[in-house]
């Protein structure tokens, strides 16, 4: 989408033919050759682009339905839970650099609590970023800079910075090709040393243990969503796993040795950002819970143990892995639908459904994994 298509949909007479275009019925191709008949073949499937665009931000952005977004864009944002939630640590009415701002995401969350200067080097973005603020009407504390943010002065209390991922048209998680460069990000926290820096959760450890700020995995909804890093005043520990909507977190301390043992009553999935932040034993002594294996992320108990970090099953049966047996007492249960999920096995859950061949009416959980070495199978209810 370019510029001048952009331009167009933001006037009046865009906002007429987006009305108009979200009133069609019927396939793609019929609806563009409707508009065709009066706009241009790139402004009218520039307009159903968009449409699609807003359905699916709908996921991320309570207001997706007024907002502009590119594809591209729209998978690099934050959506408003997460973003809201890391502005809680800027100083209230602060001086923020919003680096790389992109649709405006990010900007929605800090311009809540800040005034920030948002800078990103495309222009399209830039446009749908100052219509976007201007839809949660926080326009009026936002100033858009157009220009490439390695020029612009470092002049704030604080700033976020949010660098394209991409090398050569796919996504990379390497520092080596990100945008701005780490030597940017150096000379950023030299002069504003209250920075965030929003990373891909697929990052490499050791990289980002080198930045020497505190890493936090944020996950919302059960999907780790983002690494993000802290300095200056804005770190307060080393390591730390949030989860949202519920805005739980748990930090890396010193913890004794986990004890391994044999799956008993009740088994725990810890959600994913604890797992990537490489915090399961951490929640293992916070709970009170053991491990069943050394190697494998799950946790269990003789009692149930409430926990927002992790998902509880009942465990019902705990047998070695064979499909047939384990099928047949599947059967024996009246179990119906069957749902598989796995770890540190090699097996397909998708496969492994298929292949169960189960016409009951009850549901149950299927969770092969490994124990002492060898695949296991547990039959579980999920704990409400």
């Not at 725990?268 to 069943?292: C, K, N």
Request: hydrophobic residues 40%; aromatic residues 8%; proline residues 4%.
């Amino acid at each position: 989408m370019d510029k001048d298509t952009v331009d167009f949909l933001l006037s009046d007479e865009g906002g007429e033919l987006l009305e108009s275009a979200g009133a069609l019925e019927g396939s793609f191709l019929q609806r563009v050759s409707l508009l065709r008949k009066r706009y241009s073949p790139s402004v009218a499937g520039a307009a159903l682009e968009l449409l699609e665009l807003r359905h699916r931000a709908a996921k991320k952005f309570t207001r997706a339905d007024e907002m502009f977004f590119t594809r591209e864009a729209l998978e690099q944002s934050s959506g408003e839970s997460i973003s809201r939630y890391r502005a809680e640590r800027f100083v209230e009415d602060s001086r923020v650099l919003d680096l790389a701002c992109g649709i405006g995401g990010d900007t929605i969350g800090l311009a809540g609590r800040c005034f920030v200067t948002a800078v990103d080097s495309d222009p399209v973005r830039i446009a749908m970023a100052e219509r976007n603020l201007q839809v949660y009407g926080l326009a009026d504390r936002v100033k858009f800079v157009c220009a490439d943010v390695e020029t612009v002065a470092l002049d704030a209390d604080a700033a976020f910075l949010d660098p394209s991922r991409r090398f050569g048209g796919r996504r990379s998680t390497s520092f080596s090709q990100m945008s701005p460069s780490l030597e940017f990000l150096h000379k950023l926290l030299e002069a504003i040393p209250d920075c965030a820096v929003k990373l891909s959760p697929a990052s490499d450890d050791d990289e980002l243990e080198s930045l020497g700020g505190e890493i936090e995995f944020i996950s919302d909804s059960g999907e780790c969503k983002e690494a993000l890093v802290w300095f200056g005043r804005f770190k307060t520990a080393s390591k730390r796993a949030t989860i949202l909507p519920g805005r739980t977190s748990i930090v890396m301390e010193t913890v004794g040795e986990i004890a391994v043992v044999p799956p008993s009553n009740y088994l725990y999935e810890p959600d994913p950002s604890v797992i990537r932040a490489h915090l399961v034993e951490q929640l293992a002594a916070e709970m009170g819970a053991s491990r069943i294996d050394e190697q494998i992320a799950y946790l269990t108990s003789d009692s149930l143990i409430k926990t927002p970090f992790a998902r509880a099953y009942e465990i019902l049966e705990v047998m070695p892995f064979n499909l047939k047996a384990i099928s047949r007492r599947l059967r024996e249960l009246n179990a119906g639908k069957v749902i598989v999920k796995k770890r540190g096995v090699p097996y397909d859950p998708r496969e492994i459904e298929k292949r169960l061949k189960t016409l009951g009416t009850k549901e149950f959980i299927l969770v092969l994994t490994r124990l002492a070495g060898k695949p296991w199978a547990m039959i579980c209810h999920v704990v409400t």
